[in-house]
C-alpha cells in the first residue's frame, strides 16, 4: 500500500469519525444532515467506513458503563487541548455542572463514551462542550420525528445516523424516529428501499397502518398503495407483522417472515367480519423487476396498458392519457426510462395501432390509430 492509498484511508477514516460525532452526539442541524448525505453519497466506502466507525461507538460503550464521567471525562477532555477543567467546555465548568447534575449514571456514562471515541479513539478535534451538552439534553426529552416526502419525478436518498441507508421513490412520505431501543420508520404514502444496519439491540421497524416490518441488517423494499401494501426482501429477513389499533389490541394476531427473494402483498381488508388483511406470498420474486426504480426503469411483462400509464403518470409531470378506454387492455412488455413518456409513446406507435398526440410539455394523447380527433 503506497503513501496516497494510505493517505486516502485516513482521510475517509477521519471524515467517518467526523460526522459519527455530530450524528450520534445529537440532532443534526438541517445543513449537517444535507453534508452527511452528500457524503455518504460521494463513495460507496463511505458508508462502509461510517459503519465501521459506529461498530467501534458501540464496543467503546461497553467500556463508558465502567468509567466515573465525573473525573474521567472532565480529565480527558481537557488534557486534549491543554484547557483546564475550569473552561474546558468554554463556559467556566459548565461539564461539571452537568455531570454533578446527572442522576442516572448511564446517562453519564453515554456522555463519556462521546468524549472517549472523539478524543482517545478516534484522535478526533473535540466539539464544543457547550454544543455537545445542549445537544446530549434536547435528546433526553425523547427523540425528534422527521419528516421527508418527495414530490413528483423526484427520488431521494436519505443516509441515516445509524448507517442505513433509505431511497425514497416519487411521491412518497415517511417520518423517522429513533430511540435507544427502536428504529422506527412510519411509512405514510409510496415506496421506498431499505438498506439497514445491523444493530440486534435496536430493531429497525416499519410501520403502516395494517402491518409492520421488522428487520436486524437487511434489504427490502416497500410499496404502499391506497390498495395494498407490498413488501419484498432483496437481502437477508424480515419478520411481517400485524398493526396493532388505537387502544393496542388486534382482533386476530397474525405475523408472517419473508426471506430473499420473497414478496407479500397485503390487501387493505378481505371483507371478513375481523378485517384482516388478504396476504398473498411470492416465493421467487423478480428483484431486478421490484427495484428497477431504482435505476430509473420501469419493467412491464404483459402488462396492461393502463397500468403503465399509471405508472408512467407517477413519475412525470407530461401525463399520458388513452383517448379510448379499450386501449388500457393492451398487452405491453419491455423496459423503459420512467423520466421519458415521449420515448415510451414512440415505441408504443411501432408496436401497437396507436397513434401518440403530443401537445407541448404537457400531455401526450394517446389514441386508436383508426379514430379521428
Known amino acids: 500500500m503506497n503513501n496516497k492509498t494510505m493517505d486516502q484511508e485516513r482521510s475517509r477514516h477521519e471524515k467517518a469519525a467526523h460526522w459519527c460525532i455530530i450524528m450520534q452526539s445529537g440532532v443534526p442541524t438541517a445543513a449537517e444532515k444535507k453534508g452527511f448525505a452528500d457524503w455518504i453519497n460521494e463513495n460507496p466506502l463511505h458508508l462502509q467506513e461510517y459503519r465501521a466507525v459506529l461498530s467501534l461507538w ?73 454544543v455537545l451538552v445542549t445537544q446530549i439534553a434536547d435528546n433526553l426529552f425523547g427523540p425528534a420525528v422527521e419528516s421527508f416526502q418527495t414530490r413528483k419525478g423526484e427520488s431521494r436518498m436519505i443516509a441515516l445516523d445509524d448507517g442505513s441507508v433509505i431511497e425514497l421513490n416519487t411521491l412518497s412520505k415517511l417520518e423517522i424516529r429513533f430511540s435507544q431501543h427502536e428504529r422506527t420508520i412510519m411509512m405514510i404514502e409510496g415506496e421506498a ?109 404483459a402488462a396492461r396498458l393502463g397500468d403503465v400509464v399509471a405508472d408512467f403518470n407517477r413519475y412525470n409531470t407530461m401525463e399520458i392519457i388513452l383517448a379510448d378506454e379499450d386501449l388500457a387492455d393492451l398487452s405491453i412488455s419491455g423496459v423503459f426510462d420512467s423520466r421519458d413518456p415521449e420515448a415510451f409513446s414512440h415505441t408504443l406507435e411501432a408496436f401497437a395501432p396507436v397513434e401518440a398526440l403530443i401537445f407541448g410539455r404537457s400531455r401526450i394523447l394517446i389514441k386508436n390509430i383508426h379514430d379521428n380527433i
Open 58 to 130: 458501540a464496543e467503546a460503550a461497553d467500556y463508558g458503563a465502567a468509567l466515573d464521567p465525573s473525573s474521567d471525562v472532565i480529565r480527558l477532555y481537557p488534557a486534549h487541548n491543554g484547557a483546564t477543567a475550569k473552561d474546558a467546555d468554554g463556559h467556566g465548568g459548565r461539564l461539571s455542572g452537568f455531570f454533578g447534575a446527572m442522576k442516572d449514571r448511564r446517562m453519564a456514562a453515554a456522555f463519556a463514551v462521546i468524549m472517549l471515541v472523539a478524543v482517545a479513539v478516534l484522535s478526533f478535534p473535540p466539539l464544543g462542550g457547550g
Open 193 to 301: 428501499y431499505f438498506d439497514v444496519a445491523k444493530d440486534p439491540q435496536r430493531p429497525f421497524v416499519v410501520r403502516t397502518d395494517k402491518a409492520s416490518v421488522q428487520a436486524v441488517g437487511t434489504e427490502f423494499n416497500v410499496r404502499l398503495s391506497p390498495d395494498d401494501l407490498a413488501v419484498t426482501v432483496v437481502e437477508g429477513k424480515v419478520m411481517l407483522r400485524q398493526t396493532k389499533a388505537d387502544d393496542g389490541t388486534v382482533a386476530k394476531a397474525w405475523e408472517t417472515s419473508l426471506s430473499r427473494n420473497e414478496q407479500a402483498v397485503l390487501s387493505r381488508f378481505d371483507g371478513g367480519a375481523d378485517n384482516d388483511p388478504l396476504i398473498r406470498r411470492s416465493d421467487d420474486v423478480p428483484l431486478e423487476k421490484v427495484v428497477s426504480w431504482r435505476q430509473n426503469k420501469l419493467i412491464f411483462e
